[in-house]
């Protein structure tokens, strides 16, 4: 089989972080469903939870250490109030950053909102192997995150890299 012809879906858990939503009314965890789904992806688990540092960690915790979770998209709490702690309860998780997403995030959402994208704190990493992604709560900037960057990254058909290929070598020593 050729590198072209591989499908390779990821095993994907999705966190809405909100005290204002519920998963009935959830427009940007729909949309990261919906569009992790239509590339062939499989989503193992989706769960709403309140802004929360530690409950956020918790659930974060529990993902990555179970193999059936390949990768964790957040959406919502990667703000400037005081409310929102996403980064702050994923950083200390990760073994290793992935500073390229955050930056390319801001690029691509500055195409759609121009300098409001300066107060994202979208963050990506890696821990025990799982792939981590928080971005902002919006449904415009999970839509301009997934179709600008994790589109093209859980893909592994795309070229000259992506991360799914880096997929079996994470937890290397």
Known sequence: ???TEQKRPVR???MTVSDSRTLENDTSGDALQRMATEDGHEVVER???PDDIYRIRYEISRWIIDPKVEAVITTGGTGLTGRDGTPEAV???LDRTIEGFGELFRWVSYQTVKTSTIASRALGGVANGTFIFCLPGSTGACKDAWKGVLHDQLDINHRPCNLVELMPRLTES
Do not use: G, H, N
Request: aromatic fraction near 0%; charged fraction near 0%; glycine fraction near 0%.
């Open 91 to 93: 950083a200390p998780l």
């Open 12 to 14: 994907i858990a999705i």
């Open 1 to 3: 089989m050729s590198t």
């Open 47 to 49: 769960i709403l939870v």
